[in-house]
T-cell receptor
């Protein structure tokens, strides 16, 4: 069975500081990995995804994530936080053993950005 | 381009009343469709998914049900709501690249 662990349910950074949101996964087959962002009372918006190929993936709003198979990690980073980045972020893994039909989500990390 | 709609956006219902939430997708054919729930302070819980008309799989036993009467329509229902049904309900569709795209959600409050 797959699982996703997001370390830190709440992360606080200052505006302009590095953002690092951690995600570790377990999967019995090569995973597809996703990061989504959710603003209050809105649906989830896809930030970026890793399927195959280059392990450093760039997404929207200046975010990127690196797939590290040896560490079973897919951490999300952004060099400089903006106030508008304050939101909840979800990491997810898609199990290709089931034809990619199912996503398993982490518990989410709420990012707070201080002025 | 594809779009996904959910309605209503918000709903306040008394305990024991029925429920019907609707999700429709435009710009794609025969998508996989999903219903998720976010309870307060908790992550996303997959409730149902559908790979085609009339085909529904349930992930969690509860007093909710789902139906897919048309290719791009997915409905979440209940005959009698419980307090614990309160939450934020999200519909999603899966693209050919195995990416799920989410609708704007429905905020349900059961009083």
């Amino acid at each position: 069975a797959q699982s996703v662990t997001q370390l830190g349910s709440h992360v606080s950074v200052s505006e302009g500081a590095l953002v690092l949101l951690r995600c570790n996964y377990s999967s019995s087959v090569p995973p597809y990995l996703f990061w989504y962002v959710q603003y209050p009372n809105q649906g989830l918006q896809l930030l970026l995804k890793y399927t195959t190929g280059a392990t450093l993936v760039k997404g929207i709003n200046g975010f990127e994530a690196e797939f590290k198979k040896s560490e079973t990690s897919f951490h999300l980073t952004k060099p400089s936080a903006h106030m508008s980045d304050a939101a909840e972020y979800f990491c997810a893994v898609s199990d290709q053993a089931w034809g990619g039909n199912m996503l398993t989500f982490g518990g989410g990390t709420r990012l707070m950005v201080k002025p | 381009s594809q779009t996904i709609h959910q309605w209503p956006a918000t709903l306040v219902q008394p305990v024991g009343s029925p429920l019907s939430l609707e999700c429709t997708v435009e710009g794609t054919s025969n998508p996989n469709l999903y219903w998720y729930r976010q309870a307060a302070g908790r992550g996303l819980q997959l409730l149902f998914y559908s790979v085609g008309i009339g085909q529904i799989s349930s992930e969690v036993p509860q007093n909710l049900s789902a139906s897919r009467p048309q290719d791009r329509q997915f409905i979440l229902s209940s005959k009698k709501l419980l307090l614990s049904d309160s939450g934020f309900y999200l519909c999603a569709w899966k693209s050919s690249t195995d990416t799920q795209y989410f609708g704007p959600g429905t905020r349900l409050t059961v009083l």
